[in-house]
């Protein structure tokens, strides 16, 4: 059984959904167990895909418009060992990156395989991103420690007002859902439900807090691969201002969030869970969202902004460095480290 698999041209946000809808049932009943331990195993490399389409609608003086951006990404992602011989380095590498606004006042776009096209600044920070290492550091007991020194990142991406731009909390929550750490950690039996709560940052938005609900319906093939489909639904809440202090030091980003919330806000969807691996193959995801703000008219009255998110995720390869192909077989079933490649 290989591991490596083809990068396969993604058909869209609705080619993916229907492909984990029709996902071709690998049988087994009741009594099929999955473990949940997302980990940072030494030596091993993932390649993802995502895209997303996200809606949103525009108050405009009493008439209504809606605003499109679409975002598509490949990253690269390295677990090594660290000089120290404890520390781990995990190297994100955004291979590729582009992105799309549609929306009554403008149309703007992003692609960074069109080096020939005019610089907006719509690329954000990614555009000076792509295609270099970032290092995140984490300690032995895989708790993220720092980032390498990078002069394109913040600590947080979401001051964007288009979302295209990355800060460290979003590079940390790419490495955590790659992992599948927002399965939480568990041994589950088939058709066994659990409770998840979480916090992740969302560019263009921030941290929100997820209270999901799970549930291990029952097995499917993915690139030929036995995996655990499992179900979610649930809950986007919370302020986005995590930080008082920010906003005692007037920062904007804060003072933005502190009149900005969530409400009437929730997530669903599906993730193919590899078993062999350890980590998700595929996730389709749908979130909606309404954002209660004060209204940039400096009125008292608070302004409702909708927001529809669709967006898919692909593991598009994974291997086992310093092992062979025969050796990857032989281990992957107990998720084995490859060797430590020290960084």
Not at 16 to 27: E, N, Q, S, T
Not at 86 to 109: D, F, G, Q, R, T
Request: glycine share 12%.
């Amino acid at each position: 059984m290989s591991v490596a698999y083809p990068r396969k041209r993604t058909r869209g946000i609705l080619a993916g959904v229907a492909g984990l809808i029709l996902f071709a049932f690998a049988g087994g009943g009741a009594g099929q167990t999955v473990t949940l331990s997302p980990k940072l195993r030494l030596g091993t490399e993932y390649v993802t895909y995502t895209e997303s389409d996200v809606k949103m609608g525009l108050p405009m003086g009493g008439a209504s418009g809606e605003q499109n951006v679409r975002t598509e990404q490949e990253v690269t992602m390295t677990v090594r060992g660290g000089a120290d011989g404890e520390s781990k380095v995990v190297s994100l590498v955004i291979n590729y990156a582009k992105l799309e606004l549609k929306s009554p006042m403008m149309n703007m776009s992003y692609d960074s395989r069109a080096p020939e096209q005019e610089d907006t600044g719509f690329g954000g920070n990614l555009s000076g991103m792509v295609g270099k290492e970032i290092k995140l550091i984490y300690d032995a007991e895989d708790r993220f420690v720092r980032v390498e020194d990078n002069d394109l990142l913040t600590e947080d991406g979401g001051s964007s007002p288009f979302g295209q731009s990355l800060g460290v909390n979003e590079l940390r929550d790419m490495v955590r859902t790659t992992l599948g750490e927002q399965l939480g950690t568990r041994k589950v039996m088939q058709g066994e439900s659990w409770q998840h709560v979480m916090e992740l940052a969302m560019p263009g938005i921030g941290p929100v807090g997820l209270d999901v609900r799970f549930l291990y319906r029952k097995d499917g093939t993915v690139e030929g691969e036995t995996c655990a489909i499992i179900d979610f639904n649930g809950m986007i809440s919370g302020e986005r201002l995590t930080d008082e202090a920010e906003a005692v030091e007037g920062d904007a980003r804060a003072e933005r969030r502190a009149d900005e919330t969530l409400a009437d806000s929730r997530v669903s969807g599906t993730v193919a869970y590899d078993r062999s691996i350890g980590v998700p193959r595929a996730t389709n995801m749908e979130m909606r969202m309404v954002m209660m703000m004060h209204s940039p008219l400096g009125t008292e009255s608070e302004v409702k902004i909708p927001m529809l998110q669709k967006s898919l995720s692909v593991l598009r390869s994974y291997r086992v460095l310093g092992r062979s192909p025969a050796q990857v077989e032989e281990k992957e079933g107990d998720g084995a480290e490859g060797e430590a490649l020290v960084d």
